[in-house]
């Protein structure tokens, strides 16, 4: 008699575990699905211009001149290339050290009220459009570099600081939950040694905690390298690799912005496009690599 | 428990759906307009305003330029045929044209023609060309550059960085400074066209933005800014500036007094079904043409006094 019940509960438990199954590897392989066709997809329009041969390979990666509008059109994109790096590498010369201070901020620092007041601040700048980064950028940090330096407020540098306000967030967020995830052993032990609070923070825990705020570093990089809308409406758009931060430069999120609506689809222009998309995402492959390293390099 | 599990089933579910409507969501717009063709053969020689009840669905993408007046002539559209229901994508002129050459959508909206976008001339040559409206382009400065009116020449020499100061034309002592739109714009393709009569390389230190309303806001701010702009966004912020003594007005651009000038084309692959005729004739009404069309900043196709083919040729109408 009792016997009944509970197989009957166990066949619902069965029925149930098959139906939640069925459920997770649908959603699963349709995961799967969609990202390999994304990069399938792109690989493949990617290397259109190259396999009909209409561009070089070497010549789209160290070719400095792009006018593909010409008669005799070239596509050489190492002016975005160049740009991309320049900017993000900026951005993070930038950001790192404030995201750093502020993560020590919240969590070593002022750990109460500092956190209450910073986090959802914080959390705040992640959230805001990145058109509403490059009109601010547009109307505030423009006019000011073109008051203040040479040239005229477009270029590099007004892209760069724009970029450092946006990754902020990332690195600041990776860097602080490492921060607050360190042993407190650690710490009470150097203080016990008679280290001041600056000691402790310089010698054990920003060394301890390094690779994890570096995977914060190359996160923000990331986003940096593929943000588009922000740092187009700043950054000038001349296809030329700059000798200055205070001259137009192009990235190649920029350029793609600018030019997919614009061309046909297969157009030796739009393939190309496609293929700084492709370099886009092999790039970000590299950033998610060097992330799997320092997160390694971490649990040792 | 019960309730919650099938809450995300049907949210994931959802979510499947809608991604692979996406997908055909534009065949489906083609299938339902074909089929209305198709229903109503006999209909077809009769017109919309005679009764003949319209229905069906028109996907229409492209140019952003032109969106906002599609947009507004097909709200008004859709209130006199509720049977009839237009959706308006922007994505820029080469996606409009792209995708009405592959039948993606109904009809494709781009500043340009045709046969300069596509690469392949036999499919240009499929596509049906529909001339909705006019936009005329001026070359603007900062209002401090101190000139009123330039030449072709002196455009050019500008353009291609043979002047590089302001003095030169008769004007501040005020470096030039470029706000260029991308190489693949329309705009910039009418205005070197039209303006400079040549192709211009993107020179170094230009700026380069892609919207109007941001082009604006850069040359009224920065010092010896010249760049170029449709007539509509026209406004005390920039001085416009004559070309070769020609006030880029409208009048002078109907009655082809000034060449900075492209049509706004609204492209079909074929010839259009009925639902999509109509709309297309409905377009060039006098209603449209003298109301939203002006109202937008646009200048009435009806209107011009010369027209203009594939290959620049002006005559008179």
Known sequence: MRGQPTNKRLEKHHIENLIGRIYMSFCVLLLIVIIVSMVYFVASKGVANFVSGEVKVSEFLFGTKWSPEADTPSYGAFPFISGSFLVTLLAALIASPLSICAALFMTEIVPGWGKKLLQPVIELLSGIPSVVYGFVGLSVIVPFLRDTLPGQGIGVAAGALVLSVMILPTITSVAADALASLPQNLKESSFALGATRWQTISRVILPTTFPAIMTGVVLGMARAFGEALAVQMVIGNAPFVPHSLFESASTLTSVITLGMGNTTMGSPQNNALWSMALVLMLMTFVFVLLVRMLERRNEI | ?317
Request: proline share 3%.
């Open chain 2, 1 to 317: 428990m019960q309730f919650k599990k099938s809450w995300i089933m049907a949210l994931t579910l959802t979510s499947v759906l809608a991604l692979s409507a996406c997908g055909n969501g534009n065949n489906g717009g083609n299938k339902a307009t074909t089929n209305t063709g198709g229903n109503t053969p006999a209909a077809t020689n009769t017109e919309s305003s005679s009764g003949t009840k319209l229905s069906g669905s028109v996907l229409a993408s492209g140019s952003t330029a032109l969106q906002p007046l599609v947009e507004q002539v097909a709200e008004e559209f859709m209130k006199t045929n509720a049977g009839v229901d237009i959706q308006v994508q922007g994505g820029g002129s080469g996606t409009g044209l792209t995708q009405v050459s592959e039948k993606q959508v109904d009809i494709g909206n781009s500043d340009v023609f045709a046969e300069e976008k596509l690469k392949d001339a036999a499919k240009a040559a499929e596509l049906v060309d529909h001339q909705v409206a006019v936009v005329a382009i001026a070359a603007v400065s900062n209002p401090k550059a101190g000139v009123d009116s330039l030449t072709k020449q002196q455009l050019i020499d500008i353009f291609t960085g043979k002047i590089t100061n302001w003095k030169e034309v008769g004007g501040a002592d005020q470096a030039i400074q470029i706000i260029n739109r991308p190489a693949s714009s329309g705009t910039r393709a009418t205005f070197e066209s039209f303006a400079l009569g040549t192709k211009t390389e993107d020179l170094k230190g230009s700026i380069q933005e892609d919207s109007s309303g941001t082009v604006k806001k850069m040359i009224g701010e920065t010092p010896g800014a010249i760049g170029y702009l449709a007539l509509s966004y026209l406004d005390d912020s920039v001085k416009t500036l004559n070309y070769d003594g020609v006030e880029p007005s409208v009048d002078n651009v109907v009655a082809g007094k000034y060449p900075v000038w492209a049509y706004e084309h609204m492209y079909t692959n074929g010839e259009p079904n009925e639902t999509v005729k109509a709309f297309l004739d409905y377009f060039l009404t006098d209603e449209v043409q003298t109301g939203d069309v002006v109202e937008l900043g646009y200048i009435p196709a009806s209107k011009m006094q010369v027209s203009r083919d594939v290959a620049g040729t002006v005559t008179p109408k």
